[in-house]
């Protein structure tokens, strides 16, 4: 797993989590909410969550949350909703860093990034490990 803020790939700032998968692993949605930007070529896509979270600190936010390296499964398309914990494709080893592009990781591996709305329009970025419960 590679950390929040970790510098890696030469990026000075890291601001989201890599998890380390099996080849093709299933991935699945943190939030319940709405499939947009998916990228097949970078196989990014985001969720914005469709009902207010409560994080472990505080209750109610709007999450939207960005996923990288992660295949969309077949008959998912952006604009779809899809529930909390539903499987939303499978891990791939895309590796982006922006100097190494279409080059391949060694490990499959998904990156997870997560925006937080404290007032309903923007978003800030958050430690993704707020969304995971121990
Ligand atoms: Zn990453």
């Not at 890291?14 to 080849?23: A, F, Q, Y």
């Not at 499964?73 to 494709?89: C, P, Q, R, T």
């Not at 990781?105 to 121990?134: C, F, G, K, T």
């Amino acid at each position: 797993m590679h950390g929040w803020n970790q510098e890696h790939c030469s990026i000075n700032q890291h601001n989201g989590l890599d998890i380390i998968r099996n080849s093709g692993s299933s991935v699945y949605a943190m939030v319940s909410g709405k499939i947009t930007d998916y990228d097949p070529d970078t196989h990014s896509l985001t969720i914005i969550s469709s009902k207010k979270v409560d994080l472990w600190y505080d209750k109610e936010r709007k999450v939207k949350i960005l996923y990288s390296n992660v295949k969309l499964k077949s008959g998912l398309n952006n604009g779809d909703i899809v529930s909390a914990g539903e499987k939303i494709g499978t891990s791939t080893s895309d590796r982006n860093c922006f100097t190494t592009k279409n080059e391949k990781a060694v490990y499959d591996y998904v990156h997870v990034q997560v925006y937080i709305s404290y007032d309903w329009n923007s978003y800030e970025m958050a430690d993704p490990r707020l969304l995971i419960n121990y």
